[in-house]
C-alpha cells in the first residue's frame, strides 16, 4: 500500500517543484513547466494540457484533455492577467484544478513564462 501511495504522489511531487522552483534570467522560461505540459502546435497532451495558443483560450476547453470540473466550470479566458493570478496560486485561482503546483512566487519569473506563452511557444 505504500508503494502505490509513493507512485501516485511523484508526479505530483515533480510537478510541484516544476514550476515554482527558480529559474528566470535568460534561460528557458518554459523548461519548469514542461514537466507536465507540451507546447507545439498540434502538440499532445501530458499531464497537464498542450498549451499552444492558450491566450485567448477559455479555460478547460483544450482539445482531449480531462480538466477537473472545476476548471472547466471557471469561465476563466487566459489573457495575461488570469494566467498572472492562476499562476501565483493555481489552487486559490480555480479552486478545485488538478494542478498540483504551489505557484511562482517571483512576479518576474511568471511575466517570462506568460511571456513565453503568448509568443506560442517557438514551436517546442
Known sequence: MRRAA????????????ACSSGGGGGGDPFRRCATCHTIAAGGRNAVGPNLHDVFGRKAGTAPGFSYSPAMRASGLTWDEATLDRFLTNPQTTVPGTRMAFAGIADPAQRREVIAYLKKGGGGR
Open 6 to 17: 509513493a507512485f501516485l504522489l511523484l508526479p505530483l511531487s515533480m510537478a510541484a517543484g
